[in-house]
């Protein structure tokens, strides 16, 4: 339990957090992830090099100080950031160090006093405990524990423009075969390799599961990770370029909390709707599949997609065959942004009924876009979402 006079120092330097978070967070990572190269094994070199990641944990930092003397509000945050370090296999020694580099970089961003240290080390130590007990109940339910070996078994095209490839892989110890169908639709496998150009150290990514109905296998798809500024995706071209049928890579156990409310799953006054954009429609085809394999085929459902090219749409088979077959009150809506069509606030507001179960999938700035429009129609709404990158970067 924190002192009152802790919790009224930490909560005094919210605003300073609030505007040069992102200052301290960049400053630490720089330090630690140099002084420390095996860490380079679990952080992701691209949300570090897009700043994705210093903002996801200067907004962690900022809510924690803003609910110091509350942190059981922040535990739906929590849950969802541990996952993730579940997923990575990130371990509560690790806090430690992230402790010394953090309180480090706020001393020399902020030179603040030093009872405004004090009362820092104190509240890292109550935020981590925090972290790690929920972690430590994620880690007794993992499917396995670490890190498997799972051959490729199967590599398909989901879309015309081969951009994105589904891959199938089966676990190779048989004990595994019984077990991987208990994944939660919704969540995601991490993948662990060990690409040729990033010296010598293992690169990790977590990849959404894009099917239920297949037993014994794990089926999860992967996109070219390119943009217009030269950015060259390390994983993904790895995966799609170098790794083939028959070879082996490494899985976590899955993870993540992005799954559909169950209690609804045959309430026919609350439609479905599934948003996404780009590689976002893999959780949700798995999201689909459950309602109209577990739901009510009479529940409205709204399958909203959006991606540049039409030879980008990935899915557009599969989820065609599965609404004609086993929905009778649905409508699937492809937005193709070259054609100057976009997702925006008339939109949504024009395509989603009143008091939705949404799901949203996709890249941090669609996140951004569609979170905000949605904020402004306020149609009672309820809203779930997974955002391709760290999380709290959208909080």
């Known amino acids: 339990m924190l002192c009152e006079k802790t919790i009224r120092l930490v909560k005094s330097t919210a605003p300073v957090l609030q505007q040069r978070g992102v200052v301290i967070t960049k400053n630490m990572y720089k330090h630690m992830l140099g002084e420390n190269p095996d860490l380079l094994n679990i952080f992701n070199g691209t949300n570090q090099a897009t700043g994705l990641q210093p903002k996801a944990l200067a907004a962690t930092i900022f809510a924690a100080a803003e609910n110091i003397d509350n942190l059981g509000a922040l535990l739906p ?24 580099y953090l309180l480090a970089s706020i001393k020399e961003t902020l030179n603040p006093p030093e009872e405004i240290l004090e009362a820092w080390k104190e509240a890292y130590d109550a935020i981590a405990k925090v972290f790690i007990d929920v972690e430590a109940d994620m880690y007794k339910a993992e499917l396995w524990p670490g890190w498997k070996a799972f051959v490729v078994s199967g590599k398909k095209k989901v879309n015309e423009s081969g951009t994105m490839i589904e891959f199938s892989v089966d676990p190779v110890e048989d004990y595994l075969k019984g077990i991987i169908g208990r994944f ?14 990033n010296d010598g150290h293992y690169a990790l990514r977590h990849y959404s599961m894009s099917e239920i109905q297949v037993p014994n296998s794990i089926r999860f798809s992967v996109k070219f990770d390119d943009d217009n500024q030269g950015h060259r995706g390390l994983v993904s071209h790895y995966l799609i370029e170098k790794v083939n049928i028959g070879d082996k890579i490494e899985l976590s156990a899955p993870a993540g909390d992005f799954e559909l409310d169950r209690s609804l799953l045959n309430s026919e006054n609350v439609p479905l709707v599934l948003l996404s954009a780009g590689s976002g429609a893999s959780p949700l085809l798995a999201l689909l599949q459950e309602q109209l394999s577990s739901g009510s085929a009479g529940r409205p459902i709204y ?20 609404l004609k077959e086993h929905a009778s009150n649905y409508k699937n809506l492809q937005v193709i942004t070259e054609k100057s069509e976009r997702i925006d606030k008339d939109f949504l507001q024009s395509n989603i009924p009143e008091n ?35 999380k709290m970067s959208t909080f």
């Open 184 to 197: 939660v639709p919704g969540q995601y496998i991490t993948v662990r390799t060990k690409p040729d150009n």
């Open 303 to 322: 399958w909203i997609q959006s991606n540049r090219l039409a030879a980008d749409v990935p899915f557009v088979r599969e989820v065609d065959a599965e």
């Open 77 to 100: 945050v929590v849950r969802q950031i541990g996952f993730k370090h579940r997923a990575l296999q990130v371990k509560p020694e690790q806090y430690g160090t992230v402790r010394k």
């Open 356 to 390: 939705s179960d949404i799901y949203l999938c996709g890249s941090v700035p669609f996140m951004d876009g569609m979170l905000e429009h949605l904020k402004e129609i306020n149609k009672h709404h309820r809203l779930h979402y997974e955002a391709f990158g760290p």
